[in-house]
């Protein structure tokens, strides 16, 4: 039958696209035909002139950035570790490097090769906000590569192929012409979306709809067909 397809437009450095996934795979685990659910991550870069400075932290890079004070930045910064709780994440952005995501976002294309973007995603997030990890230094997504079994090799070439570069490129514009402002983003089988890091709830009733409604489609094309006499180019007329 297939698999239905969710997308996913996302960016390694937002905290709600990690708060998003935890709740959208909470939706997907009660869902009865989650084997048949396809997920494609896409990119997305919410600041995609940052210059990574690894001395500079996440404060004082708002305070620039947003034209903000230390105070306010924490406070910006407390929301989201409060909101993180409620998935079970520990966000620490004291250790947090304010970092470019091309490169992250080109390895996370690469692992699709493998059918492994959803277990890199999440180890990137994890990095970013958790571990305190540059996630624009290719040492180390070469790292996290190689801690889920990918060939680091063929990755360091990856880097220098601008067809992953367009890749990247690719999906921030079809996010432009979607209308996509914000991340993370949650498109159903092209007919429903989901924006934001919404309750698990919400993510299921999608789920349920849309694949009722793919399941029927497939069905559809699948019709059933009574055979007759004819002539095919295999076997001639019979």
Known sequence: ?????????????CPYCFIGKKKFEK??????????IKILWKSF????DLKTDPAKNMYEYLCESK????EEAKEMTYFAEEAARTADIELNFDKVIPANTLNAHILIHFAGQYNMQNEITDKL???????????????VLKDIASESGLDTARLDKAFNDDNFTDKVREDI??????????VPFFVFNRKYAVSGAQDPVVFLRTLEKSFAEWESE????????????????????M
């Open 1 to 13: 039958m297939g698999q239905m397809v969710v997308e996913v437009w996302s960016d390694v450095a």
């Open 27 to 36: 939706a997907l685990r009660q869902f009865p035909g989650n084997d048949k």
């Open 45 to 48: 870069q919410l600041s995609p």
């Open 67 to 70: 034209g903000i004070n230390v």
């Open 125 to 139: 997030f994890r990095a970013h906000f958790s571990e305190g990890r540059n996630i624009d230094d290719k040492a």
């Open 173 to 182: 514009y079809e996010a432009s012409q979607m209308a996509i402002r914000s």
């Open 218 to 237: 497939v069905a559809a094309e699948k019709a059933e067909i009574i055979q007759g006499p004819g002539c095919s180019a295999e076997k001639g007329c």
